[in-house]
């Protein structure tokens, strides 16, 4: 049973800055006792933005879709899905797909039911199939507007930020790196030609950091030797995601995030770019700009993976 642990008024005194402000943002965790939904959870509370929290696990008994009716309550402008299994060294994250569609799938559902108009961020592996399961789930239910759905793929350029500054000694904060394709071994792709500021490393280094920003995942799942997977990293990185959702929502222009999002950018239909985030959700996809031939080939081995990740998370809703 879903049911929800808590539900907190976050900080008080939300400032506006303007009359047509939005100012009261209600935010919803999925999967909020859970290793990443724990200190995401804290980080959302801790945020002037955010006027009112409320979070959600399973406890022990059945009926996932008839509890989250009291999702409808809360009516949420943002709903952030950590919920689902992580992996354990040797896995990939398509091995995660068995447990985790489903999960995917019925809280899509409730959100269809309880907040057809929320900005849904998704954290749930395999994001390459888990977000057009979200899709297809919202679109059987007549409510999907894909600029509102999100693939979160922001702990991809957390980490190339990071790894990018400590190699070229540069303080990370400072660092802009695009991220694009999808969230998954070669489907991601580090654009370090577009690096701001720009980085001047040898081809065997800008080979190896990509090497190292795709396996990121795995570094953290071997060094935690089968206690999980990022959790830190990622609510940080999930909630730098969800604060400039807010931001986008209350107004703020040029709000810029890479996502994994519905696109027809590329010959894949989902694929992650920087995005101008706006009230609606996606304002303007900003695509992926000029690819050097390094770049170029990436794309190539990318996109049949991502295709064939995609097929399998929409059969998953559609032929099921
Ligand atoms: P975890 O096992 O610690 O927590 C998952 C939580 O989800 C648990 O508390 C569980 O009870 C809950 N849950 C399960 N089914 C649910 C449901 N139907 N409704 C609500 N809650 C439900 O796992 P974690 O380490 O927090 O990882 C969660 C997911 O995030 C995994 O699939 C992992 O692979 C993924 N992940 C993605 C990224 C990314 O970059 N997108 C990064 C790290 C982890
Ligand atoms: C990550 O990139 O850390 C997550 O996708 C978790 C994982 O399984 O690697």
Redesign the pocket.
């Known amino acids: 049973m879903l049911s929800r642990v808590l539900k907190v008024a976050a900080q008080q005194g939300v400032k506006s800055f303007s009359t047509s402000q939005q100012n009261n943002v209600k935010v919803v965790v999925c999967g909020a006792s859970g290793g990443i939904g724990q200190p995401l959870s804290l980080l959302l509370k801790n945020s002037p933005l955010v006027s009112e929290l409320s979070l959600y696990d399973i406890v022990h008994t059945p009926g996932v879709a008839a509890d989250l009716s009291h999702i409808d309550t809360a009516n949420a402008d943002i709903v952030i899905i950590p919920a689902g299994v ?2 354990k060294p040797g896995m990939t ?1 398509d091995d995660l797909f068995n447990t985790n569609a489903s999960i995917v799938r019925d809280l899509a559902a409730g959100c269809a039911k309880a907040c057809p108009k929320a900005l849904i961020g998704i954290i749930s ?1 395999p ?1 390459n199939s888990t977000v057009p399961i979200a899709c297809e789930t919202l679109a059987k239910a007549g409510v999907l507007d894909p600029k509102r759905v999100f693939g979160v793929s922001t ?2 350029v957390v980490r190339a930020n990071a790894f990018i500054g400590e190699a070229a000694g540069v303080d990370p904060q400072q660092v802009n790196l695009p991220v694009i394709g999808g ?2 071994g070669v489907t991601i792709m580090p654009l370090l030609s577009q690096c701001k500021p720009a980085v001047n490393f040898s081809q065997d280094k800008i080979k190896a950091l990509t090497e190292r920003i795709q396996e ?3 570094e ?2 071997k060094a935690k030797a089968g206690a999980g ?2 959790t830190l990293s ?1 609510a940080y990185a999930g909630a730098r995601f969800a604060i400039s959702l807010i931001r986008a929502m209350r107004g703020e222009s040029n709000i810029i995030e890479c996502a994994y999002v519905r696109s027809d950018v590329t010959e894949a239909k989902y694929f992650a770019t920087p995005l101008i985030l706006g009230k609606n959700g996606i304002e303007k996809n900003l695509g992926y700009g000029t690819l050097n031939a390094f770049e170029q080939e990436l794309l190539a081995n990318a996109l049949p993976e991502l295709k064939k990740n995609i097929q399998k998370g929409e059969d998953f809703v559609n032929k099921n």
Request: glycine letters at 6%; aromatic letters at 0%; proline letters at 6%.
């Open positions: 992580p992996r994250r592996n994001v702990l991809d969230h998954s990121a995942g795995t953290v799942v997977s990022a990622m």
